[in-house]
């Protein structure tokens, strides 16, 4: 496009290693109709910068790049390259060949990687010191579930050198509601194999380090030390304490995320600046009063927006640009679509980033969640009197025994599938509900997967009822043994 004796002003991007002798400027306004006549103008204007683009023979130096747009200018017209309204001028110094004399620090990108970013190192905020601190960066992400897949997909995107991915799990049906990572060909595959794949096919230039195990107090610092952050997204109680306290120890930051239904949080926790998890939760809930994703929902699309404010915050964080959520706790309602905002202040009495701190060092979280794992074992050895297999109570209910059942899950899972001739008293309704039921009579009790009708069994047990059961498995166990049509959730 012929563009002759127009004097458009062309932007020039300057990058942050150059802008010491430009005044600190980080774009520059001018006039020119070929990359050529710009950059004269710039290096007349500033005879400082001239010396570091060009040698003693007037060549443009050769670990100076040039992009027109997002075109290196060697693959086009080189200098002589138009340009015209619109277009925008990036000098982009390469670290072969002097990039000290550039003060440039860290890893170069390749020519390749250039192109990949560009559209960050155009941007002032990120730019070519910026994306060189995300390729220098490690990010460990705790879970490669919900929030682990926007996660990993956009950091490996973004080019964060070193991504670290612990999981044990295998991809389930029920994963593909809000699991972007995975396709339904994955379903039965460990997530981190087909975590690690998708995110190296998406970007071949960084390196996905995996930790296939359950992130326990005895690997936990292992494990953590070796990134410079740290990114929550595990769904339970017991990891969430020991990932923060981790970190805390290891003065890591922290991005946290939480989902349920259709609300979100997310903060970060770095007790060096502000405050940790255990500031805003002391303590845990006691088990079962926060029901799980798996036994309380979750929108599908919530994990989405959460795990990409988390990485949003990890990109800052590594970018030392912005402001963090160091002290605010963002609420966010979907349903809504209301976002809200918390101030967060470091506790005095936090037992681990307080100034008495009595936490030194990673402790039992099972135990401190009140998941003692010498009680898990006992109720295993126990379960046996506790708890009745799907196999069994079809047997019993074919042989014409006695049996009531009683279903303690929500109406609208019991509208999903029931057992024929099941009473629904959900679970938080049994303390005002449990006088309907007669003690003489032979309950089994279920929920979904087993854990609310335990809970359930353990209450009953404590208002005299004596003759009463938990449905091994739950109505999923009985779905699996018994009625395989049944749907299943
Ligand atoms: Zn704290």
Redesign the pocket.
Known sequence: MKNSGNDNLIPVFIPTALQRFVGQQETIQLPGATVKEVLEQLSGKYPELKKHLYNEQGQLRSFVNVFVNDEDIRHTQGLDTRVAAKDAITIVPSIAGGAESCGTTGTGLSNDEVKRYSRHLIMPEVGMEGQKKIKAASVLLIGTGGLGSPLGLYLASAGVGRIGLVDFDVVDFTNLQRQVLFTTEDVGQPKIAVAKKRLQAINPHITIQTHETRLSAENAMEILKGYDIVVDGTDNFPTRYLVNDAC?LLNKPNVYGSIFRFEGQASVFD?SKG?????LYPEPPPPGLVPSCAEGGVLGILPGIIGTIQATEAIKLILGNGEPLIGRLLLFNAMKMRFRELKLR??PT?P???PNRTITKLIDYEQFCGIAPAAQTTAAADSGSLEITAEELKAALDDKKLVKIIDVREPHEYDICHLAGSTLIPLGQLPQRYKELNIADNLVLHCHKGVRSMRALEFLKTVGFTKVKSLKGGIEAWADKVEPDMPRY
């Open positions: 805390v007790a405050p940790c998890y255990r500031c470091k506790s936090c681990i980033c307080g």
